[in-house]
């Protein structure tokens, strides 16, 4: 009688599952299931740190939209995933994190990295389970990859005993999970639409706030249909693309101007978080009406005064909204509203064309990002992270697809800038993916660099290189002058890193210099990474306006 063992299970129910790619780092208990999943035909990535990998599986989960899966070793190779998990999690991006873990006969003994795994994992998941036995590692698998995808995305732990991955079943009795049920969306009330659509007609100066639960969701469309009824939308900075940065209606540019003066504001897909100021009265018009569209009810209370609460998925919700719309036109279209977030975001961006076109030496980022910019195609990844490069990256680098940026996200973790493009890149081997990373963020995971080149993952990192946390502003406000460099870097040859692994390397020091060198890398057909020296001095230029 055939068996199968708990690493054939695993690599079979990721198969009938529809997962092709997993990323790893290797180690014990899970070599095996690396080994079988390899024979079933899986891509495996083979990462240099654990956080790293499972950012990687985020990113390439929220492209994909399936779970991103990652498999890892036991004790620190699991905890290692943690910070990942909370990040996936508050991010929404769809994440499961297979763990192997001691085995159950040595457990309360000291065994080899033993941990309680699951206890470890719980606080930055959706879901954990413990797969208690051989027979029931298809049915563990297939409900993890399932609870990470559904409602809102997030991270799911699976833990597996050491023995159970050697262990075998009967093949007869194995129970494959192979097709999960077509689920229909959550389609909202038609009566929580009807107020939404009174509150956006008679409204005259309306605004829509486009979360990255509406690029989840593929509600482009609908919002584009949406916003082209004369309604302007600021986008969050992962939601930026799923209505294209260049549409008339896109607003980013005035942003606070919009956000303090609307007298209707409907948030589709985000949070009232840091990024949309909690929801603080104080920071919007007095009367403002606000109401939020998402498909998790608890996102309903928070620090905004919320008129209509909508639970529903973002693109039925839109679509049924933008019905409810149809007709005479609306309010707004009689008032000098979007005429007035036009021309202030026409002073916003003139406001910074100065710094974009400066040809001062050190570069300043502006100059960079717009350089940067001009390089870039329009279906460009593109993956940023640092402080004040995401700044700056707000209010420069356009998006025009939905999911094709990828940045710190809710949490604001730094790191997540190289594994975000190299698991982008994977799930878009055919398209141009960019890490647009600061030096500090770079140095997080800039040996990922190797794991992009042994894979085949040609990314184009572009270091910008001001020699320290938010350029030298940090070491110089919070030490003495004769402190060492402490938030200061070393203004190292990052280039270097691309020479060591065989790719293609640029030092750019002059701003005439940014631009064929960018071209130059994107061209490559390889890992390729392009060192700009920036101004250590450098800053935004006021408040980010996004």
Not at 119 to 141: D, N, Y
Not at 216 to 229: F, K, Q, S, T
Not at 351 to 362: I, L, M, N, T
Request: aromatic letters at 6%; charged letters at 20%.
């Amino acid at each position: 009688m055939a068996g199968l063992n708990g690493a054939q299970l695993i690599a079979g129910q990721l198969t009938a599952a529809g997962i092709d790619t997993v990323f790893t780092v290797p180690g014990g208990p899970i070599l095996e299931v690396l080994a079988e999943s390899y024979k079933a035909g899986i891509r495996i990535v083979g990462c240099r740190h654990e956080e790293s990998a499972a950012l990687m599986a985020s990113a390439w989960g929220y492209i994909k939209k399936k779970p991103g899966v990652v498999v890892v070793s036991s004790g620190p190779g699991m905890t290692n995933t943690v910070t990942s998990m909370y990040v996936a999690t508050s991010s929404a991006m769809p994440l499961v994190v297979l763990g192997g873990s001691a085995r159950s006969s040595v457990r309360g003994f000291g065994g080899f990295q033993e941990a309680d795994q699951t206890a470890f994992a719980s606080p930055a998941c959706k879901w954990t389970t413990a797969v208690e036995g051989v027979r029931r590692i298809p049915e563990h698998l297939y409900l993890a990859l399932n609870k990470a995808v559904s409602g809102r995305p997030g991270a799911v732990y699976v833990d597996v005993p050491g023995q159970l991955i050697t262990e075998e079943v009967p093949e007869e009795e194995v129970r494959w999970r192979a097709a999960a049920p077509d689920v229909s969306p959550p389609h909202p009330d038609p009566a929580a639409i009807e107020d939404l659509a009174e509150m956006l007609a008679a409204a005259e100066r309306p605004l829509i706030l486009i979360g990255k639960g509406a690029a989840w969701a593929d509600a482009g469309p609908a919002l584009e249909r949406l916003v082209n009824r004369g309604i302007p939308f600021v986008a969050s900075p992962m939601g930026r693309g799923t209505v294209p940065d260049d549409n008339p209606m896109c607003v980013n540019a005035a942003r606070t101007t919009a956000l303090s003066n609307a007298d209707a504001v409907l948030m589709i897909g985000g949070r009232f978080n840091w990024l949309f100021h909690l929801g603080n009265p104080q920071r919007y018009a007095k009367g403002v009406r606000i109401a939020q569209i998402d498909i998790v009810p608890e996102e309903m209370y928070g620090g905004a005064n919320l008129e209509i609460g909508v639970v529903g998925d973002c693109a039925a919700a839109v679509e049924q909204l933008c019905d409810a719309l149809a007709g005479p036109p609306l309010k707004a279209a009689s008032t000098d509203w979007i005429a007035a977030l036009a021309e202030q975001c026409r002073k916003n961006e003139a406001a910074v064309a100065e710094e974009s076109d400066s040809d001062q030496v050190p570069i300043n980022h502006y100059r960079l990002l717009r350089d940067l910019r001009d390089c870039l195609p329009r279906d460009a990844t593109v993956a940023v992270d640092g402080e004040l490069t995401m700044g700056v990256a707000r209010v420069i680098l356009p998006s025009f697809h939905p999911r094709h940026r990828l940045n710190a996200g809710t949490t604001g973790c730094m790191g997540t800038g190289v594994p975000y493009a190299i698991g982008a890149k994977a799930a878009r081997p055919d398209q141009p993916v960019v890490a647009l990373v600061g030096d500090f963020a770079f140095g997080t995971a800039a040996i990922e660099i190797e794991t992009a080149a042994r894979s085949g993952l040609n990314v184009v990192f572009v270091v910008a290189n001001n020699a320290g946390i938010n350029a030298h502003s940090v070491q110089d406000r919070f030490f003495p002058s004769d402190a060492p460099p402490i938030a200061a870097l070393l203004p190292a040859r990052y280039e270097k890193m691309a020479e060591m692994v065989g790719g293609h390397a640029e030092l750019v020091q002059e701003p005439g210099q940014i631009k064929p060198a960018i071209e130059r890398a994107l061209a490559a057909d390889t890992v390729a990474l392009v060192n700009v020296m920036t101004d250590p001095k450098g800053a935004r230029r006021g408040a980010s306006y996004l």
